[in-house]
């Protein structure tokens, strides 16, 4: 029996470390359904008075700025990646306004702050997933200087009202709210540099692409190999349309992806 043609290993290995990337990524951990409104709570740790405050805030910043904010609070990820995670809501809910990627979804971890405890400085319990069309105004170093000077703190010490309500305060004085505090978190240089945090096996399937990519280029400059088709990227900065159902709420209906960050 014959194996697979030399051709065929470098496409054959990137769609298997896709496949073992998604399985595990998303295996333990199953979407909720699309709340009514802005707020989940998921993990049951808001009071009722936290949940109808943070609600109509951020109902009223959508009426007034057009700009939809979500907050997900979980009780785990379900052994998944938390940027992941955030990507895999955002796509079934399909935060945004409709035929936009306009949307902004801040997720807390509970079973990840506890973990971390009081005073960390990093958890894996919290990010801000942005929607492309926002990205020039809430930047990737913007959302890490809001995680780290507004969520951080308050999420490790289980204080997850506070962390939820300084997240989206900061999130709304970058997209509409605050002029100083929005220069504040756009200039912190916070978080800009930095690699993003993914998986192991993120970073294999990204390697293995770009091996893959240097083998295409180097066949084409020696005219060995005809053209010919290509590869579609699986890169987060364009989630398209949502895969959840449309109408209803009006925070759903749009679609959700782009930039972001985590802490």
């Known amino acids: 029996m014959r194996g697979l043609p030399r051709p065929v290993w470098p ?15 998303f295996a333990g951990f199953q979407v909720p359904a699309r709340p009514s409104g802005p707020v989940y709570d998921g993990a049951n740790v808001l009071s009722s008075a936290e949940e109808r405050q943070l609600e109509e805030k951020l109902n009223s910043f959508r009426d007034d700025k057009g700009r939809p904010v979500v907050v997900a609070i979980i009780p785990s990820l379900g052994g998944g990646d938390i940027r992941e995670v ?24 509970v079973d990840k702050a506890k973990k971390a405890g009081p005073g960390a400085t990093k958890c894996g319990c919290a990010s801000i997933e942005v929607g492309e069309y926002l990205e020039g105004d809430l930047t990737d170093s913007a959302v890490v200087a809001i995680l780290k000077k507004e969520v ?56 293995l692409l770009a091996i893959w ?43 959700f992806g782009g930039g972001g960050g985590s802490v």
């Not at 955030?86 to 971890?109: A, F, M, P, R, S």
């Not at 709420?249 to 749009?254: L, Q």
């Open 11 to 25: 496409a054959f290995l990137v769609a298997l470390c896709a496949l073992l990337f998604t399985t595990s990524a």
């Open 152 to 207: 951080l703190k308050p999420v490790v010490a289980g204080k997850f009202y506070e962390a939820a309500n300084g997240g989206t305060n900061g999130v709304m004085a970058v997209l509409g709210g605050d002029a100083e505090a929005a220069k504040m978190y756009k200039n912190s240089g916070d978080g800009g540099n930095e690699l993003p945090d993914f998986p192991w096996y993120v970073w294999f399937a990204i390697a």
């Open 86 to 109: 955030g990507y895999e809501i955002g796509q079934k809910w399909g935060i945004g306004t409709k035929g936009k990627n306009d949307g902004v979804l801040l997720l807390l971890v």
């Open 213 to 255: 990519i240097v083998y295409l280029i180097a066949k084409h400059s020696d005219g060995s190999g005809g053209g010919g088709g290509g590869y579609r990227s699986s890169s987060r900065s364009s989630w398209g349309s949502s895969g959840g159902s449309s109408g209803g709420s009006s925070y759903g209906g749009g679609s």
